[in-house]
């Protein structure tokens, strides 16, 4: 990982961000008011409940949204400003540039079509190569995300690979070009908790290896917790907390990450223990546009609204704290922290008294610091 200094500029920069669809139920404000920053070589966790706009922030800033969505507010890569760009030139860029890997190979994958001509197309159009060196590079590719026999495994069909075999085959046509940025959004969700933590440990590798910048999106907050540098929290189409990953757990935690976290299965709780979870609903993308605070005010009851409910019955915590961020950094924070938070009695419903500008300060921090 390069160290963040003032002559890396961000990779990706993302300020002030909305979309707005009309749809015949009215105008779908999707995103409000987004912004984040992945520097080179550094990785990014965006974390949220389903429908918090994770997935279509991507989709705004890869050029991939319904023709009348309307967008404000600015998105760079590479220091090209992407919103002044034509689509064409725009998909060229990004389509070489970057690399994303989606939650389910099989929408992604021809299903009558091998894996070889698969990855092969993909080699040619994008790098204009023969058929003989695309096959050599997909080999390659499959070898470095642990596919055994990959010579041989060209000639297969995606139903002949399991499904975390699968998110490795899309990882190695996602780094197909040698992309600056990789994009896991929800990628190993859909697979078996120990071939999660398999796929993630890939990814990571490989982006360090690389020195890729990474952007790892999940509704999961111990997918992201061990394996990020920044973090951001989306809520109802906003950022509701952008921090270091090293001072997400850090009091004052955010009233919503630390619900998130608490939504974790710890280590030192016993199989089948009751996690707390968010109680009622997240906001519309139907809701009116409000300024930050009116939106803090309204949101704070759902976020200090922990209540015991069975989030995973079946899962023996052991079992779900291995998918995650393992025994690694992250969750050691996550315990520690929430352990400490008790101690010193922060977790006992102080956070509803938690005033806006506290809430607020490490983001305007960081933004007085990068001088914005
Ligand atoms: N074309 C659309 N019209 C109306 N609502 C939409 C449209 N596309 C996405 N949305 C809504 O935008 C919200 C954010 O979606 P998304 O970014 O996919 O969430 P996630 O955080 O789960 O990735 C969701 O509530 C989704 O229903
Ligand atoms: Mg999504």
Known sequence: MIPRTEHTPDLVSIKGLSVDIDTPEGTAHILRNVSMDVPRGQTLGIVGESGSGKSMTLRTMLGLLPADARVRGGMWFDGEDLTAMAPEPRRKLLGRRVGVVFQNPMTSLNPVVTIGRQMGEAVRFHLGYSKAQARELSIQLL???G???????????PHQFSGGMRQRVMIAMALTCSPDLIIADEATTALDVTIQKGILDLLQ???????MAMIIVSHDLSVVAGRTDDVVVMYGGRVVDRRPTARLFAPPMHPYTRALSMAIP????????RLPALGGRPPSVYDPLLTEEEADARDMDRWSSVSETIVDDSASAPDVVAAGAGPTAGEQVIVGTLAAEQEAGVAEGGDAEVAHDTLYAPMAREDEEAGR
């Open 143 to 145: 070898e470095q995300v």
């Open 147 to 157: 596919i055994a026999n990959a010579a041989n495994r060209l000639r297969d069909y």
């Open 205 to 211: 590798e490989i982006q360090r290896e690389r020195n």
């Open 266 to 273: 710890r280590l030192d709780m016993p199989a089948h223990t």
